[in-house]
C-alpha cells in the first residue's frame, strides 16, 4: 500500500468512527504554576491594549508580582502534597513530568522571577526626564535610536511597560523547560521562554545601539542552537520511533515494544543515537554558556539593560540546567560511557575558559559574564557526578547561584555618571570609601562568587565537588579548585579597587534606589548568607527533590 493510501485509509477509518478519537487528559491542578504564570502574562498584553498608558505601569507590576506569588504558592502546594516524592507523576499526556526536581526548579525560577520583576520596575536611578520618572528601558522600543520618534516619545513620558508581560512569558516557557518530559515539548518550551529575552535584550534606554546589537548576536546565535536542538530530536525519533523521554530511554535499553513499519529501518540505529544525543546537548549546552558555546555570553550580558542581564542570568541557567539534568539521567543513562568524557571535557574548558578570560575583563558585566561561564562548568561537575547526590547538588548550587546573581547586577544598575550605568572597573576606584553600604554589599556578592566560607558559594561549590569526586570524577574537582583560585584572584581584585584605591574625581555617583531594588538587593544578600550559615536545610530539600519520575 502507498504511503498515500495509508493516509487516506486511517482518515476514513477516523472519520467513521468519530467516537474512537481520545479528548485529551490535562490534570490542571498540577500544571498550574506554569497556566498562572501564562495566564497572568495573557492579562498583560491586554492591559497595553485597553488600559491609558498612565495606569499600565501600576497594573502591570501588580498582576506580574501576585501571578509570580501565586505561581509560587501553587508550587509549595503541589510540593506539600507529596507530588515531589510519591505522587511524582507524568502529567498533560505524557508532555510534563511533576516531579521534586521539576517543582524545586520551578519554585526557584518564580523566586528569581519575583525579585528580578522588582528591578524591571525601578524608576528612581536615573535623572527625572521633562517631569518624568524613567526606568531602564527605552521609551519607544520601535523608534530608530536617537531619531525624531525617540526624542518625541522620550518628551512624551512614554514607557515599556510591554517588558512585564514579555517576563512573564518567559517565564511560563523556562517552567515548562526542566519538567518537559517529551522533546517536542522540551523545544517549544525553548522557543517560548527564548523570543521574550531576545525582545528584552534589545530595549536599554541607554547605549542603544549596542543593546540592539547584543539582542541581534543572541538572536542568530539562538537561532543556531534551536536548529541543532531540532536536528537533534529528528535523529532521535528516528532512532526510537518515539519523542518521549521513557520510550527513548527503553530503546536506549534494548526494550523495543511496537515496532511502526516505517521507522524499522531506522530503529535502534546507535549511529542516530550518537549524533542525535549530542544535537540535543549542544542545544541545551549553549543556554547554560558553556564553553564553545558561550561566544554570545559577554556580548548579551554587556548590551542588554542590567535588569534584563541579571534575570537571564540567573533563571535562564536554572531552565536549563533542568532539562540537561532530565535528558542525561531519564532519557540517556544507558548512554553514559559514551556522553561522560565528552562532559568532562565540556565541563573542565569550561570552568578554566570562564576563568583565566575574566581576568582579562575591564567592564563589570563583562566580568560578571566570564564568572557565569566557569559556574556553569562548576555546576558540570555536579551534574557529571551521576549519583543521586549529584542531582542535589546542582539544585542547591542552582538556588544560591541564582540569588547572588540576581543582587550582584541589581548593585551594578546603582554605580553611574553623566552617560548611565558606569560599568568600566577603573571608575569603581574607591567606592567602598563614597559609599560603603554599596561596596560592602558588593563585596559580599564577589566572595560569594569565589566561594569563600560562610557564602552560600561555599556551601554549593562544596556541594557540588563532594558529590562529583564520590561519582569517581576526583581529576575534575582538582581542575575545579584551581579555577576557584584562578576566579577568586579577580573577585578580590574588584574588592581591593573598590576598597584601597583612591576614589577619582570625576568617578560616578551612586543613585539611591526606590524600596524596590534595595529588597531586591536585601534578599539576595539575605539568601547568600543563611544558604552560607546554615545551608544544611536547604541541602536536604534539595536530596528530597532530587528524584526524577520515569
Given at each position: 500500500?502507498?504511503?498515500?493510501?495509508?493516509?487516506?485509509?486511517?482518515?476514513?477509518?477516523?472519520?467513521?468512527?468519530?467516537?474512537?478519537?481520545?479528548?485529551?487528559?490535562?490534570?490542571?491542578?498540577?500544571?498550574?504554576?506554569?497556566?498562572?504564570?501564562?495566564?497572568?502574562?495573557?492579562?498583560?498584553?491586554?492591559?497595553?491594549?485597553?488600559?491609558?498608558?498612565?495606569?499600565?505601569?501600576?497594573?502591570?507590576?501588580?498582576?506580574?508580582?501576585?501571578?509570580?506569588?501565586?505561581?509560587?504558592?501553587?508550587?509549595?502546594?503541589?510540593?506539600?502534597?507529596?507530588?515531589?516524592?510519591?505522587?511524582?507523576?507524568?502529567?498533560?499526556?505524557?508532555?510534563?513530568?511533576?516531579?521534586?526536581?521539576?517543582?524545586?526548579?520551578?519554585?526557584?525560577?518564580?523566586?528569581?522571577?519575583?525579585?528580578?520583576?522588582?528591578?524591571?520596575?525601578?524608576?528612581?536611578?536615573?535623572?527625572?526626564?521633562?517631569?518624568?520618572?524613567?526606568?531602564?528601558?527605552?521609551?519607544?522600543?520601535?523608534?530608530?535610536?536617537?531619531?525624531?520618534?525617540?526624542?518625541?516619545?522620550?518628551?512624551?513620558?512614554?514607557?515599556?511597560?510591554?517588558?512585564?508581560?514579555?517576563?512573564?512569558?518567559?517565564?511560563?516557557?523556562?517552567?515548562?523547560?526542566?519538567?518537559?518530559?517529551?522533546?517536542?515539548?522540551?523545544?517549544?518550551?525553548?522557543?517560548?521562554?527564548?523570543?521574550?529575552?531576545?525582545?528584552?535584550?534589545?530595549?536599554?534606554?541607554?547605549?542603544?545601539?549596542?543593546?540592539?546589537?547584543?539582542?541581534?548576536?543572541?538572536?542568530?546565535?539562538?537561532?543556531?542552537?534551536?536548529?541543532?536542538?531540532?536536528?537533534?530530536?529528528?535523529?532521535?525519533?528516528?532512532?526510537?520511533?518515539?519523542?518521549?523521554?521513557?520510550?527513548?530511554?527503553?530503546?536506549?535499553d534494548g526494550q523495543v515494544?511496537?515496532?511502526?513499519?516505517?521507522?524499522?529501518?531506522?530503529?535502534?540505529?546507535?549511529?542516530?543515537?550518537?549524533?542525535?544525543?549530542?544535537?540535543?546537548?549542544?542545544?541545551?549546552?549553549?543556554?547554560?554558556?558553556?564553553?564553545?558555546?558561550?561566544?554570545?555570553?559577554?556580548?548579551?550580558?554587556?548590551?542588554?539593560?542590567?535588569?534584563?542581564?541579571?534575570?537571564?542570568?540567573?533563571?535562564?541557567?536554572?531552565?536549563?540546567?533542568?532539562?540537561?539534568?532530565?535528558?542525561?539521567?531519564?532519557?540517556?543513562?544507558?548512554?553514559?560511557?559514551?556522553?561522560?568524557?565528552?562532559?568532562?571535557?565540556?565541563?573542565?574548558?569550561?570552568?578554566?575558559?570562564?576563568?583565566?578570560?575574566?581576568?582579562?575583563?575591564?567592564?563589570?558585566?563583562?566580568?560578571?559574564?566570564?564568572?557565569?561561564?566557569?559556574?556553569?562548568?562548576?555546576?558540570?561537575?555536579?551534574?557529571?557526578?551521576?549519583?543521586?547526590?549529584?542531582?542535589?547538588?546542582?539544585?542547591?548550587?542552582?538556588?544560591?547561584?541564582s540569588f547572588v546573581t540576581?543582587?550582584?547586577?541589581?548593585?551594578?544598575?546603582?554605580?553611574?555618571?553623566?552617560?548611565?550605568?558606569?560599568?568600566?572597573?577603573?571608575?569603581?576606584?574607591?567606592?567602598?570609601?563614597?559609599?560603603?553600604?554599596?561596596?560592602?554589599?558588593?563585596?559580599?556578592?564577589?566572595?560569594?562568587?569565589?566561594?569563600?566560607?560562610?557564602?552560600?558559594?561555599?556551601?554549593?561549590?562544596?556541594?557540588?565537588f563532594k558529590a562529583a569526586?564520590?561519582?569517581?570524577?576526583?581529576?575534575?574537582?582538582?581542575?575545579?579548585?584551581?579555577?576557584?583560585?584562578?576566579?577568586?584572584?579577580?573577585?578580590?581584585?574588584?574588592?581591593?579597587?573598590?576598597?584601597?584605591?583612591?576614589?577619582?574625581?570625576?568617578?560616578?555617583?551612586?543613585?539611591?534606589?526606590?524600596?524596590?531594588?534595595?529588597?531586591?538587593?536585601?534578599?539576595?544578600?539575605?539568601?547568600?548568607?543563611?544558604?552560607?550559615?546554615?545551608?544544611?536545610?536547604?541541602?536536604?530539600?534539595?536530596?528530597?527533590?532530587?528524584?526524577?519520575?520515569?
Amino acid at each position: 500500500m502507498t504511503h498515500a493510501a495509508t493516509v487516506h485509509s486511517l482518515w476514513t477509518t477516523a472519520a467513521a468512527a468519530p467516537d474512537k478519537i481520545p479528548s485529551p487528559d490535562i490534570e490542571y491542578g498540577q500544571l498550574s504554576p506554569t497556566l498562572i504564570v501564562l495566564g497572568a502574562a495573557i492579562v498583560g498584553v491586554l492591559i497595553e491594549a485597553l488600559l491609558p498608558r498612565r495606569q499600565r505601569y501600576v497594573a502591570q507590576l501588580f498582576v506580574s508580582v501576585v501571578a509570580l506569588a501565586a505561581a509560587f504558592a501553587a508550587v509549595i502546594g503541589l510540593a506539600a502534597g507529596d507530588y515531589g516524592t510519591s505522587k511524582a507523576r507524568v502529567a498533560a499526556m505524557g508532555a510534563i513530568a511533576v516531579d521534586g526536581p521539576a517543582l524545586f526548579l520551578q519554585g526557584t525560577i518564580l523566586l528569581v522571577a519575583l525579585v528580578a520583576v522588582f528591578t524591571f520596575a525601578e524608576r528612581r536611578l536615573d535623572p527625572v526626564v521633562h517631569g518624568n520618572r524613567v526606568d531602564s528601558f527605552a521609551a519607544q522600543a520601535a523608534a530608530v535610536p536617537g531619531g525624531d520618534a525617540e526624542k518625541a516619545a522620550v518628551k512624551a513620558g512614554f514607557t515599556t511597560t510591554e517588558v512585564f508581560p514579555l517576563v512573564l512569558f518567559a517565564v511560563g516557557g523556562m517552567l515548562v523547560f526542566p519538567s518537559a518530559n517529551d522533546l517536542l515539548t522540551l523545544f517549544v518550551a525553548l522557543e517560548v521562554f527564548s523570543l521574550p529575552l531576545y525582545i528584552l535584550c534589545a530595549l536599554a534606554r541607554r547605549h542603544r545601539a549596542l543593546s540592539q546589537e547584543a539582542a541581534v548576536k543572541y538572536f542568530l546565535l539562538g537561532a543556531f542552537s534551536s536548529a541543532f536542538l531540532l536536528f537533534g530530536i529528528a535523529l532521535l525519533y528516528g532512532y526510537a520511533g518515539t519523542v518521549a523521554y521513557s520510550g527513548i530511554a527503553d530503546v536506549v535499553d534494548g526494550q523495543v515494544r511496537n515496532v511502526t513499519p516505517a521507522l524499522a529501518g531506522t530503529m535502534g540505529n546507535d549511529a542516530l543515537l550518537l549524533i542525535g544525543g549530542a544535537m540535543v546537548l549542544m542545544g541545551l549546552l549553549f543556554k547554560i554558556g558553556a564553553v564553545p558555546f558561550h561566544m554570545w555570553t559577554p556580548d548579551v550580558y554587556q548590551g542588554a539593560p542590567t535588569p534584563v542581564t541579571g534575570f537571564m542570568a540567573a533563571a535562564t541557567k536554572v531552565a536549563a540546567f533542568g532539562a540537561l539534568l532530565r535528558l542525561l539521567y531519564v532519557v540517556l543513562p544507558g548512554l553514559r560511557w559514551d556522553w561522560r568524557p565528552v562532559m568532562w571535557g565540556v565541563a573542565i574548558v569550561t570552568m578554566l575558559g570562564g576563568a583565566i578570560v575574566a581576568i582579562t575583563q575591564t567592564d563589570v558585566k563583562r566580568l560578571l559574564a566570564y564568572s557565569s561561564i566557569a559556574h556553569a562548568g562548576f555546576i558540570l561537575a555536579g551534574v557529571i557526578a551521576t549519583t543521586p547526590d549529584g542531582i542535589s547538588s546542582v539544585l542547591f548550587y542552582l538556588a544560591a547561584y541564582s540569588f547572588v546573581t540576581l543582587g550582584a547586577f541589581a548593585v551594578v544598575t546603582l554605580v553611574r555618571d553623566a552617560g548611565g550605568e558606569a560599568t568600566h572597573l577603573s571608575k569603581w576606584a574607591g567606592l567602598g570609601r563614597r559609599s560603603p553600604l554599596v561596596a560592602a554589599v558588593f563585596a559580599v556578592f564577589l566572595l560569594a562568587f569565589a566561594g569563600i566560607p560562610l557564602t552560600s558559594g561555599f556551601a554549593g561549590k562544596f556541594a557540588v565537588f563532594k558529590a562529583a569526586a564520590d561519582g569517581g570524577a576526583g581529576a575534575l574537582v582538582v581542575v575545579g579548585v584551581i579555577s576557584s583560585a584562578v576566579a577568586a584572584f579577580f573577585y578580590i581584585r574588584v574588592i581591593v579597587l573598590m576598597f584601597f584605591s583612591e576614589p577619582r574625581t570625576d568617578g560616578p555617583s551612586v543613585a539611591v534606589p526606590s524600596p524596590l531594588t534595595s529588597s531586591a538587593i536585601a534578599i539576595g544578600v539575605a539568601v547568600t548568607l543563611v544558604l552560607g550559615v546554615a545551608p544544611q536545610y536547604f541541602l536536604d530539600l534539595a536530596s528530597q527533590a532530587g528524584v526524577f519520575v520515569r
